[in-house]
């Protein structure tokens, strides 16, 4: 099993779209964000992974789907709440800040992460790409429900926590224009912000 074995079995499951994705994908291993013991399970599409503490990475499957329904382009301030090891971040970082775009770029990833234990591994994992020393990514270690003001407004949020309601504060931290997926169980909030007074709100259920 290799990248390339998981890239063209999420191409032939139709969740992986996005020829840029595609690419992206091809260039970051799942496995370098994957803790030692768990690593040959690294390119399974459908498994979640355990990463120690309680939690657990999301399978391709999930977390591709999510950023095909995100859409993030280049330029865009995206939100990544309950980042984890980083697999997903880095993958939103070169979608926002390509490795061949201009280095005065303002696309940018703020990653949320709660557990101390996680944020820092994912600061490593990040690390072996290049992706903090070039300031394409920041992770805090924070509540994630209370979003992250000193950077907002966002084109995009996206979380990795399943969430029973959207937390107001994602919402007032969403630009007009901008876009939300969050999970709540076996579907996804998706939430487009017209205007400060209106949303677009629709669920869309993994059919995977």
Known sequence: MSMVSLIEELIRLGVLQDPRLTRILSSIDRADFIPPLERGR?????ETISVGHGQTA??????IQ??????PDIGHQ???IGCGLSWPTAILARLVAPKD???NQTGRVIGLEFMPELAKAGIVNLAKYGLLKNRTVEIHCLDGRKGF???APYD???SGVAATEIPPAWLDQLKIGGRIVAPAGREVWVIDKKTDQSL?????????
């Open 101 to 103: 775009e201009p280095v």
């Open 66 to 71: 999510m950023i095909e329904w995100l859409a």
């Open 42 to 46: 690294a390119y399974l599409a459908g």
């Open 78 to 80: 995206v939100l990544d």
């Open 149 to 151: 003001s000193p950077q």
């Open 156 to 158: 995009r949020i996206i």
């Open 58 to 63: 999301s399978s391709p499957l999930v977390v």
């Open 200 to 208: 677009s709100k629709r669920k869309h259920r993994f059919t995977f």
